[in-house]
């Protein structure tokens, strides 16, 4: 067995001190660790996890994050298409359950048989995490040349692998929601490309603006491209857990995420998490044209969600929706002046401009720009 105690200082001393998670028994001495000696973040589900931690790294940090296997199937979406396109790396414990001969629960049969098989299918390096502490360490050391040539690592945990770690009191913080605030939309819908234009005018040299995956980052990027901006091209609906890592590791910047309806439905319960830690620096708007247009205009059920009750609700401090492009700045403004992590929800026209472009530099290309524009600010 390892002890979970110094191998959890061993990867602090390697610089890996911030964690965000699911819980998974294997795990359990290892989480207990997290929790009581780093920043750990818990995640609704393991792929805002990744996307969390991926957020940590863009903003500075060594990351790891903690799954059960079953989980490992949440995370595919951002392993394949944010971690892996970004050239973003996390560390990853991913636990064994349904391993052959353990005479484990029916649930973990099948991904027993293939955890392996996902990594390697996923281009994810791993190797199993030694019983034995020396060779463990050796294992830490070999996985942090992997991250740090930005490709992500994973270790398969065995039952029974790490020692007791007990569990300190948790000191739950209980939130409140402080100011809900409706507008109705007065005038004619603004437009997705005027409402980028609104906030890529407003940002300042501390803002970094993240564009959900689709049309959005499409158009943000013909509206201006700048070294504080980020596309997200796939994980769609992860765009408000990497705004939550970053705005955690970053807090002298200010993280602002802009969110579709479609997306924010995809993984609505990253809220509850992103109103936890309410980092004072996230601003999330909603830009919501109750369609997935990005893949021909098709309907969301945006319709029937209340995205401000539903965020003031989980306790977001501040939610709000505003009715024009002038709220929509005012709003801005306050957040920029006084902080608080704040919601803003506007409703956009349907639809986007003709012949739109794509971003014409590579995902990891903007990555690198933007970790520059953070490091030299
Ligand atoms: C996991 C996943 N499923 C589906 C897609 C395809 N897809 C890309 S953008 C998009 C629609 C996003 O809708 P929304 O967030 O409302 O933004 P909009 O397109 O309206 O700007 C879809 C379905 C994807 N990229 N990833």
Redesign the pocket.
């Known amino acids: 067995m390892i002890p979970t105690q110094q191998f959890g200082n061993e990867l602090k001393k390697l610089g890996y001190d911030f964690y965000s998670g699911v819980p998974c028994s294997f795990l359990k001495y290892l989480i207990n660790y997290a929790i009581n000696e780093c920043d750990y973040v818990m995640a609704a589900n393991e792929g805002d996890a990744v996307a969390i931690a991926a957020g940590a790294y863009l903003g500075g940090k060594k990351s790891v994050v903690l799954m059960q296997n079953s989980g490992l199937t949440n995370a595919i979406?951002p392993l394949t298409?944010l971690n892996y396109t970004f050239q973003l790396p996390v560390l990853g414990f991913v636990s064994l359950r349904g391993e052959e001969g353990l005479g484990d629960e029916p649930q973990h049969e099948l991904m027993g048989q293939i955890t392996e098989k996902m990594l390697k299918l996923m281009k994810v390096k791993w190797a199993y995490l030694s019983d034995d502490f020396q060779e463990a360490k050796k294992q830490l050391k070999k996985a942090d040349r992997y991250i740090s040539k930005k490709e992500t690592f994973f270790f398969v945990v065995k039952k029974g692998t790490l020692d007791e770690v007990k569990l300190k009191e948790q000191q739950l913080k209980t939130l409140q929601n402080k100011v809900k605030n409706k507008t109705a939309t007065k005038a004619e819908l603004p437009t997705?490309r005027e409402t980028l234009k609104v906030l890529t005018d407003l940002s300042d040299k501390e803002t970094i603006l993240l564009a959900?995956?689709?049309?959005?980052g499409r158009e943000l990027f013909e509206v201006a491209d700048k070294p504080n901006h980020l596309y997200m091209v796939?994980?769609?609906?992860c765009i408000s857990s990497l705004g939550l890592g970053l705005a955690l590791s970053q807090p002298k910047k200010k993280v602002v995420v802009i969110?579709?309806?479609?997306?924010?439905i995809?993984r609505m319960g990253s809220f509850s998490t992103n109103a936890y830690y309410q980092p004072n620096n996230l601003l999330h708007i909603l830009?919501d044209?109750n369609?997935?247009?990005?893949?021909g205009g098709q309907a969301?059920v945006?319709h029937n969600i209340d995205f401000v009750d539903q965020a003031a609700s989980v306790c977001y401090p501040i939610a709000l929706r505003v009715g024009t492009l002038d709220e929509l700045t005012k709003a801005i403004v306050k957040w920029q002046m006084n902080g608080g992590l704040t919601f803003l929800y506007l409703k956009i026209a349907k639809g986007?401009t003709k012949d739109l472009g794509r971003p014409t530099m590579k995902p990891h290309e903007v990555k690198t720009r933007l970790m520059k524009f953070i490091s030299n600010g």
């Open positions: 979406s298409s997705r959900t995956t689709g049309k959005t796939g994980s769609m609906g969110d579709g309806d479609g997306s924010a995809m830009l044209n369609t997935h247009d990005s893949t969301t945006s986007s």
